[in-house]
């Protein structure tokens, strides 16, 4: 009787929940010991939104401002996604801006000028995002060349691929309204709240899921208090973000209205559910970490590490394909410098400075979101306040360095405290 009482008690302690207070605290015991994760991003964020909305409020926090700042992130955030599985082994992709604007280049021949069906031009553009990865892939993983030679070469190369497809100095229009539309048309409001509805009750469902598969075994779970704290954060952040957007931002409503949540940002959702997913809650996603963290144990441990990295610069390629989809979207149109210019660095920099480790083993899909919008801030807002193009470029340049800055630290702290 006593062993069962025992047990009972032990179990109980087991499933024990702390409470809202104890959680912060044990928080910030994590964050001394080096597990950052996203708050540098978080924090820098909210500091640049606020400076930004004293210095110009009228005008960065308009309804207009505000929906040109996502479209302006759009293609850096899904590009960033990309990045994160390379970046999570521990490699890098130099070659993601140029795959981008490859792909974008061979959907406007097939669409536009070939006629061919969109299903049939979307799948010819995703197929030459797979084998971009797959190429990189097997020179890495099989050959053993590093990947920022071979990610460098492809960098150039790509640069002539789109100029034989487009020309030099030609553009390819594109006029399916379908591609258009996404990011250049938007939902109505009520679909904008109905999306709110899911995304937010979608959350709360799976995370009480998940507590109650924890409390069924046994194993700690989340206070109520905090899970509750967590869940109005949540629906008061993306309340406000709906309802700005849902705002007129038109400057002749009377001719044309504009308003309510472009459908770039179901898109994006969508992204950042299933690939969290594949990172998190499957084999695959394990054995990526694991290799980020140790190739060579994780080698011996029976992982597969050539098919895992040529799988991660797979999809790498894959969402560059996406990004460039974006990028004809956005421009209506495609031309020898899509996907060129300050674009990769700006996606390398936003997957690392919303807290993806350069040096492997340790980011999520939410950090190039987070990222993406640091980078998308900076960009929309010093243009208000100041003309001089270079500043922007200087100031995310010191931003990503401090990022990396803090990447490195961090990483020193965790393996100083026994955390890495």
């Known amino acids: 009787m006593s062993s069962t009482l025992t047990s009972d008690a032990a179990a109980s302690e087991a ?75 521990g490699e890098i992709d130099l070659s993601a801006g140029y795959a981008a604007g490859t792909c974008a280049a061979i959907l406007g021949v097939t669409l536009t000028q070939r006629g061919w069906p969109l299903w049939m031009a979307l799948g010819a553009t995703l197929l030459t995002g797979v084998i971009i990865g797959l190429l990189i892939g097997l020179l890495v993983a099989k050959l053993g060349i590093p990947s920022f030679v071979v990610t460098l070469a492809a960098f150039l190369a790509l640069q002539g691929v789109i100029l034989l497809i487009i020309g030099e100095g030609g553009t390819i229009g594109i006029d399916d309204p379908t591609i258009l539309k996404i990011m250049n048309a938007n939902m109505s409001p009520l679909a904008g709240w109905i999306l709110f509805g899911i995304v937010v009750g979608g959350w709360a469902l799976l995370s009480l899921l998940k507590m109650r598969g924890r409390r069924a075994a046994g194993l700690p779970v989340e206070n109520m208090s905090v899970f509750l704290a967590k869940l109005i954060a949540l629906a008061v952040i993306l309340g406000a973000v709906v309802y700005i957007l849902n705002q007129e931002r038109s400057r002749n409503p009377a001719i044309t209205s504009i308003m309510g949540v472009p459908y770039v940002v179901p898109l994006i959702l969508i992204l950042v559910v299933g690939l969290t997913y594949v990172l998190g809650r499957t084999g695959f996603g394990r054995h990526v970490y694991a290799v980020g963290g140790n190739a060579e144990a994780s080698r011996r441990a029976g992982i597969n590490v050539s098919r ?13 394909a996406v990004a460039g989809i974006l990028f004809a979207s956005r421009d209506n149109s495609i031309s020898p410098s899509t996907g060129g210019s300050t674009t990769l660095l700006y996606a390398v920099g936003a997957a690392v400075i919303g807290g993806t480790s350069l040096f492997g083993g340790r980011g999520r899909i939410i950090d190039a979101v987070i990222g993406g919008l640091v980078v998308g801030v900076i960009a929309n807002g010093l243009p208000l306040v100041t003309q001089e193009s270079g500043i922007a470029f200087i100031v995310t340049g010191l931003v990503l360095l401090v990022a990396a800055s803090v990447d490195a630290l961090s990483r020193r702290r965790a393996m100083a405290t026994g955390r890495a």
Do not use: H, K
């Not at 024990?16 to 959680?23: F, V």
């Not at 708050?39 to 930004?52: K, S």
């Not at 590009?79 to 599985?85: D, H, R, V």
């Not at 990295?309 to 560059?320: D, E, K, N, V």
């Open 15 to 89: 499933s024990a929940s702390p409470g809202l207070g104890e959680s912060v605290r044990n928080y910030w015991d994590r964050v001394r010991g080096g597990e950052l994760g996203s708050l540098p991003a978080v924090a820098g964020l909210v500091a640049l939104i606020i400076v930004f909305t004293v210095l110009e409020g009228d005008t960065f926090l308009s309804a207009f401002n505000f929906a040109n700042l996502i479209n302006q992130s759009a293609m850096i955030i899904v590009l960033a996604m990309g990045l994160i599985f390379v970046l999570l082994l």
């Open 308 to 320: 895992i990295r040529i799988a991660c610069f797979i999809a790498c390629s894959t969402l560059a």
